[in-house]
T-cell receptor, first 115, second 115 residues
Framework: DTGVSQNPRHKITKRGQNVTFRCDPI?????LYWYRQTLGQGPEFLTY????????KSRLLSDRFSAERPKGSFSTLEIQRTEQGDSAMYLC?????????????FGAGTRLSVL | AQSVTQLGSHVSVSEGALVLLRCNYS??????LFWYVQYPNQGLQLLLK????ATLVKGINGFEAEFKKSETSFHLTKPSAHMSDAAEYFC?????WGGGNKLTFGTGTQLKVEL
């Protein structure tokens, strides 16, 4: 068990560029979550997957954001036409998806800076 | 909708002193409550959780929390602070299991431990 892995750890981009982040969950974890954390705030839910199906999206997830989880393994989060307000830490978490045992384990996050 | 309020964005204690981090929740149904800790440049790590049963729950690193329904509180305590406890602490709530189990976090409390 190597934990939840996120890449890259840091991303600096210019406004208007597209960026993509990757999350590798703990193996055999069925659920995968994306959260966003801005400075001085707690993480906020963006979306989650049950296997390859995206089951819920927050209204925070504008149409510039898209997430995928092909084959129910790793997930990618893409932001198109980045804006300075997108600067944040993007956290990924995974869980077994088994009721009371459904504890979410977090990765170290990808810190995005939009210049 | 559920919510969490953490009183005190910054708490400072002396090494060896009692740690008390406050968390109040709002939920329309019996909540499931969590405390996570975040060290610099690392992901969130689960300290402890309350689901059902005993209202005093013990977690890792000597922390414990008590669920008080009448006060809608879930305060985190540790009898004796250690320098290694310096980190940011987040209280979070889920409104029951199922339906994604997305976490709603408080804004966090930064704990500083002084010699």
């Amino acid at each position: 068990d190597t934990g939840v892995s996120q890449n890259p750890r840091h991303k600096i981009t210019k406004r208007g560029q597209n960026v993509t982040f990757r999350c590798d969950p703990i193996s055999e974890h069925n659920r995968l979550y994306w959260y966003r954390q801005t400075l001085g705030q707690g993480p906020e839910f963006l979306t989650y997957f049950q296997n390859e199906a995206q089951l819920e999206k927050s209204r925070l997830l504008s149409d510039r954001f898209s997430a995928e989880r092909p084959k129910g393994s790793f997930s990618t989060l893409e932001i198109q036409r980045t804006e300075q307000g997108d600067s944040a830490m993007y956290l990924c978490a995974s869980s077994l998806g088994a009721g009371e045992l459904d504890i979410q384990y977090f990765g170290a996050g990808t810190r995005l800076s939009v210049l | 909708a559920q919510s969490v309020t953490q009183l005190g964005s910054h708490v400072s204690v002396s090494e060896g002193a009692l740690v008390l981090l406050r968390c109040n929740y709002s939920s329309s149904v019996p909540p499931y409550l969590f405390w996570y800790v975040q060290y610099p440049n690392q992901g969130l790590q689960l300290l402890l959780k309350y689901t059902t049963g005993a209202t005093l729950v013990k977690g890792i690193n000597g922390f414990e929390a008590e669920f008080k329904k009448s006060e809608t509180s879930f305060h985190l305590t540790k009898p004796s602070a250690h320098m290694s406890d310096a980190a940011e602490y987040f209280c979070a709530v889920i409104n029951g299991w199922g339906g994604g189990n997305k976490l709603t976090f408080g804004t966090g409390t930064q704990l500083k431990v002084e010699l």
